[in-house]
């Protein structure tokens, strides 16, 4: 159902079947991200209209007298589960049942399921940690609440960045250092040259879970790391490797790391402050205590909600700009754009990344250039042999 009728297969046109259904693939991705927000946005509306926010903190309340730290807790941790579980059918329609269908995904159901527990108890543990202490400093510093929150979300995404590579990733997948190999030998003369002998190199096990194929510089400090997808090791070929790899180094040269914290902070911050004007505007009239009142939840995280999205085609458009700057440094390190054109090209066959998606969708959704303005861009770097 999914044949075109053939071609000869030309320049463009050789990975013409597999970008047809790469863009079936990213429509769908894109309804499944409107249809999250649609549904995110009607609960938030029901929980807290229908009056069942407010009798969950007051029946809290109740039981717990004045332990506001432990209603604040069990509130944030039935809430989330709830909306977890109503949102469960499609998590697992988008990140399940698609990716099988498009023969992306390699795990079983059990093996995908194991998987969403582990990431979903990760995220309950972190938002109810994070969301307790937010409501804490509701209570002991009500006017400035917002940048003490700041100072506590940097706090996080460095720790996080930091343990990320060690403590979380390897929940989800293997990782170890590459095997010795001419590849290594290529990839530690590369890394040298770019004077980065820190900086370690690991194999990331995504072939037993996927067919898709990724690298990236992950980690802070000492657990700072660069990770290959073996599903790229074993079909690229080994200047290929080397492009991917040179564009995480362009990465970890750029400060990408840094930069993504400062960033997310900035936003963070004016996040809150937004935050903190819909909260006081609102919760009067709402007929909240105050904004301390865990009852407001859904306010409070409305505000936050709306604020991600509105200042989402910022930070994609900003992550992009890295993007190109990353792939400007592999081009000039590898002193040709051709390796990495040939990554990226397999990268897209691979992932079933749409080449030339629309241009208002790639503007408000996606992090990464498209693959064909990649390309187009990797093509017109001035080489230092040029
Ligand atoms: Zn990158």
Redesign the pocket.
Known sequence: MDETPPKPPGDEERHEPRQVRAREYESIHNRMFVARIAVTAVLLTLYLFTGASMQLAQGLENRFDDAWWLVNSVYIVVTLFFFSAIMFPLSMYGDYYIERRYGLSKQSANSWFMDYLKGLILELVLMTLFLWVIYALFRWTPDYWWVWATLVYIFLAVVLSAVAPVVIMPLFHKFEPLEESELTRAVSDFVERAGLNVIGVYKWGLQEKTETAN???AGLGRTRRIILGDTMLNDYTRDEILAVLA??V??YRNR?MLRLIVTGSVLAFLGFYAADIVLRALVDVLGFAGVHDIGAFPVFIFALFVFSLVVMPLSNAYSRK??FA??AYAVRAMDSSEPLIGALNKLADQNLADREPPAWIEFLLHG?PSISRRIEHARSINRPND
Do not use: T, V
């Open positions: 690298a990236a510089l564009h995480e362009g990465h990408d890295r993007e990353a792939d990464h």
